[in-house]
């Protein structure tokens, strides 16, 4: 392991109106959670009963002042609602405001976000294929040279950001794939995933590395990321009832990256039971529980693990996260 592993707070813009989440990332700052912050950047919540879906880049400016920890997007897809080129763009410039803290998160995106601007939802292939050619289009603005691009899925015409941060602003890539895995080691500076079984992760994370080498970098030192979604609250009953109804989507066992509307989640949400989140999500009133089950992903390795409660109260969470979970983890 590397430095010393870090707990961070995911900020689900999915669930809050983005005022009252600034409140929530400040607290997290003072109770402990140093990895920062991971933004979701959505166009829709997973369910209109999550309410809520804020402009992500809005929300990470007024972020950026509001702690002085590092954030990132966890995860915006550089195609469909954006072209890679404005993607780089609005990177560089949280780069070159907050130095050293943005991170650019990326994937291959969900028909519930990108099908709103119409044309066709491509197979999972194409969809990775068009990811890793915009990642090859930022990685080329952020040189801040002049960049012409003709390739299968995109075309820019002399572009150039004038914008740019000191420090280039890294590039962690989303992927549940040994091939995607293999590719983002060639092309990114990290990895994000969002939890699988123990000899998945190890499989991912071999590819990754064997992809960095290629690429004829050092993958020692580039983080491995987590988001863990988990639930808990005062009750088991509570923590029950709030994983059904704020977060059903964690108990849906099969890809989501083709479904288009919260209101299709709300219809298969009604199927949804206790037991469907069992080896998917920890439902538990019991913080003793939390804490084994945290520091089992980071004696798996990640460098980072961002969490996610999906109850409502997260001041509560914050706190009692802060006060009886962070300090019995051992991170080094």
């Known amino acids: 392991m590397g430095p010393m592993a870090k707990i961070g707070y995911a900020a689900m813009l999915e ?11 400040a607290q997290a700052e003072a109770a402990g959670f140093s990895a920062g912050v991971m933004v979701s950047e959505h166009f829709h919540p997973w369910t209109p009963q999550q309410g809520h879906s804020a402009f992500a880049w809005a929300f990470m400016g007024a972020l950026g002042t509001r702690t002085a920890l ?29 130095p050293g803290r943005f991170w650019l998160g990326l994937g291959a995106g969900e028909a519930l976000n990108e099908h709103i601007v119409g044309g066709k939802w491509p197979e999972i292939g194409v969809r990775s294929s068009m990811l890793f050619e ?40 989303a992927t549940a794939g040994p091939l995607n895995a293999k590719r983002t080691g060639r092309l990114a500076d990290g990895i994000i995933t969002v939890g699988a079984a123990d000899a998945k992760l ?3 994370w071999q590819n990754y590395e064997i992809g960095a080498r290629e690429a004829g970098k050092d993958p020692t030192g580039t983080p491995k990321i987590l988001q863990l979604h988990l639930s808990w609250a005062r009750t088991e009953d509570e923590a029950v009832d709030n ?41 538990s009133a019991d913080l003793g529980r939390h804490i084994e089950h945290i520091q089992h992903y980071l004696d798996l390795g990640f460098d980072e693990v961002h969490l996610h409660n999906v109850g409502r109260d997260q001041a509560e969470w914050i706190d009692v996260f802060g006060r009886e979970v962070l300090p019995h983890l051992k991170l080094g």
């Open 15 to 25: 669930q809050f109106h983005p005022t009252e989440l600034l409140d929530w990332c």
């Open 134 to 173: 915009a990642i090859e289009i930022i990685n080329k603005l952020f040189s801040g040279e002049v960049v012409r691009h003709r390739g299968t899925y995109y075309t820019l015409e002399s572009a150039r950001i004038y914008t740019l941060p000191e420090q280039r602003v890294p590039i962690y890539v």
């Open 243 to 283: 994983a059904v109804k704020e977060w059903p989507n964690g108990g849906m066992a099969f890809p989501k990256q083709d479904i288009r509307n919260p209101e299709d989640f709300a219809a298969m949400a009604k199927l949804v039971r206790p037991e469907n989140f069992a080896n998917r999500m920890l439902i």
């Open 202 to 204: 190890q499989e991912l």
């Open 70 to 98: 590092p954030f990132g997007t966890g995860v915006t897809c550089p195609g469909f609602r954006y072209h890679p080129a404005v993607v780089a763009h609005a990177a560089a410039t949280l780069g070159a405001m907050f």
